[in-house]
């Protein structure tokens, strides 16, 4: 049994920071790949940032220059500092992590930014 646990989402006014953290717990022997996506009301779940346990990283374009995504492979865990937010920022958003067999999700965490 594999848990992935976030925590870390609120509210927040645009031009604001926020930091997403997650840890993936339970019977997982390497995780290699981990990250966030995000899905707002009435759109589809789209790739945030993801990094790898050798630290390469991918943003989705729409993050550049605003997010920033950290990972501690001793606590199996991933962190989102998302600066500069936007009201189009608003989304739940779910921490990601594979085995590179599985892919393992958490149950999200909401994000509004909002003034």
């Known amino acids: 049994q594999v848990h992935v646990a976030e925590s870390g989402g609120g509210l927040v006014q645009p031009g604001g920071s926020l930091t997403l953290s997650c840890v993936v717990s339970g019977s997982i022997f390497s995780i290699h790949a981990m990250g966030w996506y995000r899905q707002a009301p009435g759109k589809g779940r789209e790739m945030v940032a993801l990094?790898?346990?050798?630290?390469?990283?991918n943003y989705a374009i729409f993050v550049k220059g605003r997010f920033t995504i950290s990972r501690d492979n001793n606590k199996n865990m991933v962190e989102l500092q998302m600066n500069s937010l936007k009201p189009e920022d608003t989304a739940v958003y779910y921490c990601y992590a594979d085995d590179r067999v599985e892919p393992y999700w958490g149950p999200g965490t909401q994000v509004t930014v909002s003034s």
């Open positions: 990094i790898t346990s050798g630290g390469g990283t």
